[in-house]
């Protein structure tokens, strides 16, 4: 079964506008953290945003936004305010076992084509 | 600046050849990791160390082998037993104390001649 799912091959979203792609995993560990990357046509891969499991407020940074319902299992993105720069590739990572000081991999998803329309 | 460097960006490999890819980092991270991304996926994990002279293999290692001679240091040989070696090949870097991200490398694309 797929760790991580992202539902969304592509998005359009219009310059200005707030986006939401969409992430959602499955773990039976109660401890794991779920990140958000872009990945620019340039092809680094450019870390946006973390989310605990044990965080009681969703994750903010800047303009990222990350809307974590865990009852659910979703950790989808929000881009306000989106640029042009904003078009790349955005990828969902999950890695269980957060905070047992041990090693665990990081899981990914099939990522989400943002396109930013002037 | 501290970050991590791979080289070359652009690599071509011949048929029964082998190549090695270049992972340099100097952020002082101990676990060093190698994913393959081809067109249109997510990246898939080759092989990680989570310190020097150790290694695990990763969900797709066969005809990949590493080393891990130096904490800077994760090159990534893809050998003549790797048929289709065509990808983009990103390294990866990460400080396993606390709840950190990965850091990723510019990445070194492989296609065959």
């Known amino acids: 079964a797929q760790k991580i799912t992202q539902t969304q091959p592509g998005m359009f979203v219009q310059e200005k506008e707030a986006v939401t792609l969409d992430c959602t995993y499955d773990?039976?560990?109660?401890?794991?953290?779920l990140f958000w990357y872009k990945q620019p046509s340039s092809g680094e891969m450019i870390f946006l945003i973390y989310?605990?499991?044990?965080?009681?407020q969703n994750a903010t940074e800047g303009r990222y936004s990350l809307n974590f319902q865990k009852a659910r299992k979703s950790a989808n993105l929000v881009i306000s305010a989106s640029q042009l720069g904003d078009s790349a590739m955005y990828f969902c990572?999950?890695?269980?076992?957060?905070?047992?000081?041990?090693?665990?991999?990081?899981?990914f998803g099939a990522g989400t084509r943002l396109a930013v329309h002037p | 600046d501290g970050g991590i460097t791979q080289s070359p960006k652009y690599l071509f490999r011949k048929e029964g050849q082998n190549v090695t890819l270049s992972c340099e980092q100097n952020?002082?991270?101990?676990?060093m990791y190698w994913y393959r991304q081809d067109p249109g996926q997510g990246l898939r994990l080759i092989y990680y160390?989570?310190?020097?002279?150790?290694?695990q293999k990763g969900d797709i290692a066969e005809g990949y082998s590493v080393s891990r001679e130096k904490k800077e240091s994760f090159p990534l040989t893809v050998t003549s037993a790797q048929k289709n070696p065509t990808a983009f090949y990103l390294c990866?870097?990460?400080?396993?104390?606390?709840?950190?991200?990965?850091?990723f490398g510019d990445g070194t694309r492989l296609s065959i001649l």
């Open positions: 989310q605990g499991s044990y965080d009681q």
């Open positions: 952020l002082n991270h101990d676990a």
């Open positions: 773990t039976s560990d109660p401890s794991y953290g």
């Open positions: 990866a870097s990460e400080d396993r104390s606390g709840s950190q991200p990965q850091h």
């Open positions: 990572a999950m890695r269980e076992g957060e905070f047992s000081g041990g090693y665990n991999k990081l899981i």
């Open positions: 160390s989570q310190i020097v002279n150790d290694f």
